[in-house]
């Protein structure tokens, strides 16, 4: 052995292939720092394909729940509506009534305002099934506009003391009762609802006859 040899023996230098490449030991830091790459790289990928399924995730739409008030007569809605003008639930006797518990400042009541606007379109035939709405701890002047931007037709009654939502036993916007042509409340709806569920439930109640 030369003195150099020893020289690097003493000094624990790394022998070299003799290409000139690093020995085994950095091929294997190479191959962790390569590995490292690609879990991040993949991690990446999931987390970027996490939020794409949230941001296109179908929102909540409603449930039905039990309610005392099902199967019994719907309380009597009767007042002023949020643009002023007299109205009562009486007077859509004889036709299906979706009642509707919403406020401006309610979320899914924005999310399903728009469902809501073409049912009402759909079913406009002066003995079609109706909507009503009932503003839900909100300003009438705030329920108005809200119903006005969105193109809302069917009146909707002010609640300045919440006596109409204690009847029915609402704890928050959007919910909906489904009330018979005889004045009866078929269902209870919590949650935002969206044309296919209101058409669903619609039909359901007539073929059983509520």
């Known amino acids: 052995m030369t003195v150099v040899d020893r ?5 624990g230098d790394t022998p070299t292939s003799p290409s000139g490449s690093a020995g085994p030991a950095a ?8 590995t490292a790459r690609w879990v991040a790289a993949l991690v990446a990928l999931l987390g970027a394909g996490l939020v794409v399924v949230l941001a296109t995730r ?22 002023a509506t949020v643009d002023g003008k007299p109205f009562s639930l009486a007077s859509l006797s004889g036709r299906w009534v979706f009642v509707n518990f919403f406020a ?4 899914p009541c924005q999310q399903e305002q728009a469902d809501l606007v073409t049912f009402a379109y759909q079913h406009r035939g002066p003995t079609d099934a109706a909507l009503v709405g009932v503003a839900f701890d909100d300003a009438a002047s705030s329920a108005h506009s809200f119903l006005v931007q969105s193109g809302a037709t069917w009146p909707a009654l002010a609640d300045p003391g919440g006596s109409f939502a204690l009847q029915y036993g609402v704890r928050g916007p959007p919910e909906t009762f489904l009330i018979s ?9 919590d949650g935002p609802v969206t044309v296919a569920f209101l058409d669903h439930w619609l039909e359901r109640a007539r073929q059983q006859g509520a």
Do not use: N, Y
């Not at 020289?7 to 000094?11: F, G, I, M, P």
């Not at 091929?27 to 390569?34: A, L, M």
């Open 7 to 11: 020289d690097r023996d003493r000094a």
């Open 104 to 107: 401006s400042w309610c979320p």
């Open 181 to 189: 042509p005889t004045g009866i409340v078929v269902a209870h709806f």
């Open 58 to 79: 179908p929102p909540a739409t409603a449930t039905e729940v039990d309610s005392p008030i099902v199967g019994q007569r719907a309380p009597a809605l009767s007042g």
């Open 27 to 34: 091929s294997s830091r190479r191959r962790r720092r390569h």
